[in-house]
């Protein structure tokens, strides 16, 4: 067969697919749902032709990034959020959808329509669907050439296809499996599927050992990937680079790919390659425009050098925030149980968009007039201008269409703070302070940065400090203490002046990744010790929940109908036991005008 059909996806603004991809067939991406081969002589309609040319290649290898962020599930599930029934007095709100509560609760997330936006089942689709697009541009080149690495017409798109399907099957063991560990405990985590050729038949057993790993395998198939497609990169072959895996964004993924696999000196030798001698990082004096809607264009220019990566999604998290009144990022309360005892809960505020740091005092100045409030009123909740987002009509009497959602989930700036973790590991805590300070700087803090004014502000002493990160626990009656990055693998766990300034790179990585889920990937890593307080729309009484770093609830369950196709539960397995057509109408405009955080 030598014509290769793709199909066009779309989605409306409800998340309902035009077709779906994956859904009760298990995730077979096979030839009658997503990829057809045929001996028709003319293409079906909305398909892309594949010939023997590599410019259609490269169109190919475009459809291959995904329109699908689990964002909005992994900020639920971390400590960026709280539960505005808690926080706010005598509130009984309803989640904006059902599967949020389901998220925030660390459940199995099963009340979602099957498309649904911001779903597990449409990251899984629309992940392994890019997966599927790299494998038929991959399966094609080869037709083309005995040797596509070293053929100058095809060797940038090799590259291109095989960072892309790693960075697609990063994504999904973080989400669906354990974090990294080690070489031994996760050779018992159970894995993903690791999809490397095309299917060619509709029913494929993507539990067998060809294709489902432990997630030390996972990560060594990523790695291999990596280190195929890295050094084949082409700027110049792409229009516009920030929408693709250019050299830059590519060096950046690999950095944070062997930063969570405890692999400093290659952490800091990608991070210093796209970085380069002078790191070009956000240049945050340039976006005070006059309007919102210009200082969110100037901050998703593709054309600025600090936006290695930009993704554009469909994700209805700024509605979410802006016009839900359960979840948020909030201030915190104290709180009495049935018991009689005081819970703290944190305010993530503080923490990260609205907060002090180790040498600026009140508001990051960088987000100084850039925090806007729930439209319900800032006792619910703020968000980051960023996240505002983009609407597309398609109808605009009926008020109907697209919403888009940019992200820049590589850029300069987190770069840096990977490069910063992984000095501060190397035993370069100068060099790793120098790089905070360089952060900060650019953040338009004028004080410089020292050791001293770290250890002041990660004081854990001090009672209720909601900038220190929860990374270990004393036992009780004992002097013993549970490191749980020891649990999680690490061979070096850092203590004293070093776990001071630990806990300043993941607070500045908390507030550089705000909106976009990181942080939960952060805590699994570390295996955090995380507390959700929560109430339900008709309850009076207050939950208390934690999670802990072998809880098998860390990782996300696959999706629902994927497991009712017969494909079995990931949260089973593991290291210690573990393991609608219509569209929503745009509001009208006096109803979603942001208000500036007071």
Not at 13 to 27: I, N, P, V
Not at 106 to 123: K, R
Not at 180 to 187: A, E
Request: aromatic share 12%; charged share 20%.
């Amino acid at each position: 067969m030598k014509h290769i059909y793709i199909y066009n996806v779309w989605k409306q603004q409800t998340g309902t697919s035009r077709m779906s991809l994956l859904g009760a067939a298990l995730f077979i991406l096979h030839a009658s749902l997503f990829v057809s081969c045929t001996a028709l002589d003319e293409a079906p309609d909305n398909r892309t032709e594949i010939t023997s040319s590599p410019d259609k290649i490269q169109q190919l290898l475009t459809s291959g990034y995904p329109l699908s962020t689990p964002a909005i599930i992994c900020e639920l599930a971390g400590d960026n959020m709280v539960d505005d029934n808690v926080v706010v007095p005598s509130t009984h709100s309803d989640p904006y959808y059902k599967f949020h509560e389901e998220a925030y609760y660390w459940q199995n997330i099963v009340e979602y329509s099957t498309g649904e936006d911001d779903t597990p089942y449409q990251v899984w689709e629309s992940y392994y669907a890019g997966i599927a697009v790299c494998n038929h541009a991959i399966q094609a080149m080869k037709e083309m050439s005995d040797d596509p690495a070293s053929n100058p017409e095809l060797s940038h798109s090799w590259g291109e296809a095989h960072i892309l399907r790693a960075y697609l099957h990063f994504i999904l063991v973080n989400v669906f499996a354990e974090a990294y560990k080690n070489d031994s405990q996760s050779s018992q985590d159970r894995g993903i599927p690791y999809v490397t050729r095309p299917e060619t038949t509709v029913k494929v057993n993507y539990s067998s050992s060809e294709y489902l790993h432990d997630v030390k395998t996972t990560y060594d198939l990523i790695e291999k990937d990596i280190l195929e497609g890295i050094d084949l990169i082409q700027d110049a072959k792409y229009k516009v680079p920030a929408y693709h895996f250019n050299k830059k964004a590519a060096n950046a993924f690999a950095a944070r790919f062997y930063l969570f696999k405890r692999d400093y000196q290659k952490c800091l030798k990608y991070a210093n390659d796209a970085l380069g001698a002078n790191p070009q990082l956000r240049n945050w004096r340039n976006l005070k425009k006059n309007t919102l809607t210009a200082t969110v264009n100037e901050y998703n220019d593709e054309k600025l050098s600090c936006n290695y990566l930009i993704q554009s999604t469909y994700s209805l998290q700024w509605r979410m925030l802006v016009r839900s009144t359960r979840f948020a990022i909030n201030t915190g309360t104290n709180f009495k149980d049935g018991n009689g005892k005081t819970w703290h809960v944190p305010s993530t505020l503080d923490a990260t968009i609205w907060g002090s740091g180790p040498n600026w005092s009140g508001t990051l100045p960088a987000f100084s007039g850039m925090v806007y409030i729930n439209s319900a009123g800032q006792q619910y909740g703020a968000w980051l201008f960023r996240l505002y987002e983009y609407f597309e009509y398609t109808d605009k009497i009926a008020g109907i269409g697209y919403v888009h959602q940019i992200y820049q989930p590589l850029s300069a700036d987190e770069t840096l703070l990977c490069r910063a973790e992984a000095k501060l590991y190397l035993g370069d805590r100068d060099g790793a302070i120098r790089d905070l300070d360089l952060w900060t700087s650019s953040h338009l803090v004028t004080t410089t940065l020292t050791l001293d004014a770290i250890k002041r502000k990660y004081s854990r002493t001090s009672a209720n400090n909601d900038f220190v990160n929860n990374l270990y626990e004393v036992v009780p009656n004992t002097k013993d203490t549970i490191w749980y990055a020891q649990m999680m693998g690490f061979e070096k766990v850092l203590k004293g002046d070093d776990l001071s300034v630990l806990d300043c790179i993941l607070h500045f990585r908390r507030i550089e990744t705000i909106h976009e889920g990181q942080r939960w990937y952060d805590i699994k890593r570390y295996g955090m010790k995380v507390y959700h307080f929560y109430r339900g729309p008709l309850e009076d009484e207050i939950h208390v929940d934690s999670l802990t770093w072998n809880d098998p609830r860390r990782v996300f369950e696959i999706p629902d109908n994927v497991i009712q196709a017969g494909y079995s539960s990931n949260r089973e397995t593991g290291s210690y036991g573990t393991s609608s057509g219509e569209g929503f109408k745009m509001p009208a405009s006096t109803d979603i005008q942001p208000q500036l955080y007071k």
